[in-house]
């Protein structure tokens, strides 16, 4: 039922309720509704949630759905699904229909995936709890367009972690525009933990707004690591030019700057 589910045919749903007579909401089916929400299947929730019959001639489909705060016993993981997946249709109906609010950890994946729409109504119409985390999950994803919105629209603020993701995760736009904003934030380490795919145009951003940043000691132990670690033919052309820069190998313990994920 659960990939029926994730199918979106809420047909073989109504007739494995109505055949399958061992099946129950427990276990690994109470999964069915956050899967529907999650990928935008409203009619699924919708059946789940229609008034059930009282006729003594009840068929063995509408039975199963009698009890249905066990089917809905996660239902506020189904909000947090559609949340975090940008699904404000089944988000909206779940927010007129059923109490739960969505947990901030939602709120912080629907940034990180880029969902603005889905902020914009968060905002006005819950009463969710925001956080700083919001717009560092914003940065990690590449989203400008959420960090500018969040900047101007909420009073949560920055932190450095929003610097972090996006240099780490090579959103040069995002690293850029938060490099204006917000100049108080500086990294202070000196070794990278991810490795772009836009490495040199990450490495030379690094040297040109955070020349604290791109020390001798930095550059030597990045060519290290991509020595070490990587074999692709770009890492090999950024080693030389590194090696051109900070000659010579690292002499110290490094510490670690750019952090993948929150």
Same mark, same amino acid.
């Given at each position: 039922?659960?990939?029926?589910?994730?199918?979106?045919?809420?047909?073989?749903?109504? =007739?494995?309720?109505? $055949?399958?007579? @061992?099946?129950?909401? !427990?276990? /690994?089916?109470?999964?069915?509704?956050?899967?529907?929400?999650?990928?935008?299947?409203?009619?699924?929730?919708?059946?789940?949630?229609?008034?059930?019959?009282?006729?003594?001639?009840? /068929?063995?489909?509408?039975?199963?759905?009698?009890?249905?705060?066990?089917?809905?016993?996660?239902?506020?993981?189904?909000?947090?699904?559609?949340?975090?997946?940008?699904?404000?249709?089944?988000?909206?109906?779940?927010?007129?229909? !059923?109490?739960?609010?969505?947990?901030?950890?939602?709120?912080?994946?629907?940034?990180?995936?880029?969902?603005?729409?889905?902020?914009?109504?968060?905002?006005?119409?819950?009463?969710?709890? =925001?956080?700083?985390?919001?717009?560092?999950?914003?940065?990690?994803?590449?989203?400008?367009?959420?960090?500018?919105?969040? $900047?101007?629209?909420? /009073?949560?603020?920055?932190?450095?972690?929003?610097?972090?993701?996006?240099?780490?995760?090579?959103?040069?736009?995002?690293? /850029?525009?938060?490099? =204006?904003?917000?100049?108080?934030?500086?990294?202070? $380490?000196?070794?990278?933990?991810?490795?772009?795919?836009?490495?040199?145009?990450?490495?030379?951003?690094?040297?040109?707004?955070?020349?604290?940043?791109?020390?001798?000691?930095?550059?030597?132990?990045?060519?290290?690591?991509?020595?070490?670690?990587?074999?692709?033919?770009?890492?090999?052309?950024?080693?030389? =030019?590194?090696?051109?820069?900070?000659?010579?190998?690292?002499?110290? @313990?490094?510490?670690?700057?750019?952090?993948?994920?929150?």
């Amino acid at each position: 039922m659960v990939n029926a589910a994730r199918k979106g045919h809420l047909n073989c749903i109504e =007739w494995l309720l109505e $055949h399958t007579y @061992q099946y129950h909401p !427990r276990g /690994s089916a109470d999964r069915v509704l956050p899967e529907a929400a999650k990928l935008g299947y409203l009619g699924i929730l919708k059946f789940f949630h229609a008034p059930l019959y009282t006729s003594e001639e009840m /068929s063995p489909k509408r039975r199963k759905l009698e009890d249905s705060g066990v089917w809905w016993g996660r239902s506020r993981e189904a909000m947090d699904e559609a949340v975090a997946n940008g699904q404000l249709e089944v988000a909206k109906w779940l927010h007129a229909n !059923r109490s739960e609010e969505c947990t901030p950890a939602a709120l912080v994946e629907a940034a990180r995936n880029g969902h603005l729409d889905m902020l914009k109504w968060l905002e006005t119409a819950t009463n969710v709890n =925001w956080s700083m985390n919001t717009i560092a999950a914003a940065a990690q994803g590449g989203h400008l367009d959420v960090v500018k919105w969040l $900047h101007t629209n909420r /009073s949560d603020g920055c932190t450095m972690k929003a610097v972090e993701n996006a240099i780490g995760n090579g959103n040069l736009r995002v690293a /850029s525009w938060l490099c =204006w904003y917000y100049p108080e934030f500086v990294p202070t $380490h000196n070794s990278l933990w991810m490795y772009p795919e836009n490495l040199f145009d990450t490495l030379l951003f690094i040297q040109v707004n955070y020349p604290d940043v791109f020390t001798l000691e930095f550059g030597r132990g990045t060519k290290s690591d991509l020595a070490d670690e990587y074999r692709k033919g770009s890492e090999i052309l950024v080693n030389k =030019w590194l090696d051109e820069k900070s000659p010579g190998r690292p002499t110290k @313990q490094r510490e670690v700057t750019f952090m993948w994920g929150m």
